[in-house]
């Protein structure tokens, strides 16, 4: 009987491997993982809270909304290889149909795999002009020919946010003022001088007395805490800086670790609200980053003119489109509040955006043309 059993169990084995009429079954294909929507983060964390996380969620948004699958990647290292890698990974093997990146460090990743996709749809948050990048700034652009018509390119006014923390400080009654910058890139740069007209204007409103507002400024060279960095913050409060507007990735924490060891400092954040870092942190120069990834990606779901109207070439989202804010934390001010920053708000989206500067109008913020606001600079 157990002899039986065993030549029983071999035929059934070989019946399963070759099928009865003796043809070898082929291999079960592999589960392959696939996505709607993948996410192409900036360096750090997804949980950074800042740019990868709000960015991120806005696609979360949408596709839960939608009902459509999405998921995000990293690069291994920051290098243009590492980011060429994740970009065809979501391309290939998790073959998204669109692709959304974060941050300029993704230019030149985009230039070397954008010619090769013309199928997907991809969404640059924070974006350069990929048309006319120059990506080793020996003043060419390296920049891809022609009409991206399978690519948006959205980037933000950052001087209107930068305008409006300056402005809000200044109401608020703090006269010495400093600029704390990562890299000297355009965003950073139109941050800055934001930052500075919108004290200028306040300055002007108020009436006061030209050169009342003390304005030290730095590009620290890089995005990165350090703790030579908190020191140069440190001796600025020192000197009596009341507030510092802190513009570029970790270097926040240098700015906090020197805030917080005076009697009565204060910080302005950048990109998000990010006074949850520090209770010294009155209010954050924002960026709608959440709102804007979800009405690009709904665009490029929706497709035809929606869509359209994302690839015509570089979008500038500021005040008028409701892109660019600060953090209503108004109980964080002494006395500036809603009903000042809806007054000042109303001006900016109705044509006061116009008249400030970029990071294109000067060289430095040393030639910013002034009666007010006195510029220290640093570099």
Request: charged share 20%.
């Amino acid at each position: 009987m157990k002899k039986l059993l065993k030549v029983m169990l071999a035929a059934l084995m070989l019946c399963a491997m070759f099928g009865c009429n003796g043809e070898k079954k082929p291999d079960p294909q592999p589960t392959v993982e696939t996505y709607d929507v993948v996410f192409l983060a900036d360096l750090g964390s997804i949980n950074d809270g800042g740019f990868n996380q709000f960015s991120y969620a806005g696609i979360v948004d949408y596709c839960k909304e939608k009902n459509l699958t999405y998921t995000y990647l990293q690069p291994a290292a920051d290098s243009d290889d590492d980011r060429v890698a994740i970009f065809k990974q979501a391309a290939d093997q998790y073959q998204a149909k669109v692709l959304v990146a974060v941050g300029f460090l993704w230019d030149g990743a985009l230039v070397k795999c954008i010619p090769d996709y013309q199928d997907k749809k991809i969404i640059f948050i924070d974006a350069d002009d990929l048309n006319t990048v120059d990506l080793d700034y020996d003043g060419n652009s390296d920049g891809i020919p022609g009409k991206l018509g399978n690519t948006a390119m959205i980037t933000f006014a950052e001087q209107d946010c930068g305008f409006l923390a300056g402005y809000a400080v200044v109401k608020d009654g703090y006269r010495n003022l400093a600029f704390f910058g990562g890299m000297a890139v355009p965003a950073v740069i139109r941050f800055g001088y934001g930052w500075v007209a919108g004290a200028e204007y306040a300055a002007k409103e108020l009436g006061l007395e030209p050169g009342s507002i003390k304005m030290t400024y730095w590009y620290s060279g890089s995005f990165d805490a350090s703790p030579e960095k908190a020191t140069t913050v440190a001796s600025w409060y020192e000197a009596g800086t009341e507030v510092v507007f802190s513009c570029g990735g970790t270097i926040v924490n240098s700015a906090i670790t020197a805030c917080e060891d005076t009697a009565d400092g204060k910080l302005v954040g950048v990109d998000i609200d990010e006074s949850g870092k520090s209770a010294r942190i009155i209010t954050s120069a924002m960026k709608s980053l959440e709102n804007t990834v979800y009405n690009a990606v709904k665009a490029a779901f929706d497709g035809g003119d929606a869509w359209a109207k994302y690839t015509k070439g570089l979008q500038t989202l500021g005040a008028k489109e409701e892109a660019t804010t600060i953090a209503p934390t108004w109980d964080r001010f002494k006395s500036f509040g809603q009903a000042d920053f809806d007054a000042i708000y109303s001006k900016l989206a109705g044509g006061l955006h116009d008249e400030l500067p970029t990071n294109s109008t000067y060289e430095t913020p040393a030639q910013m043309e002034l009666t007010y606001v006195v510029v220290d600079y640093k570099n």
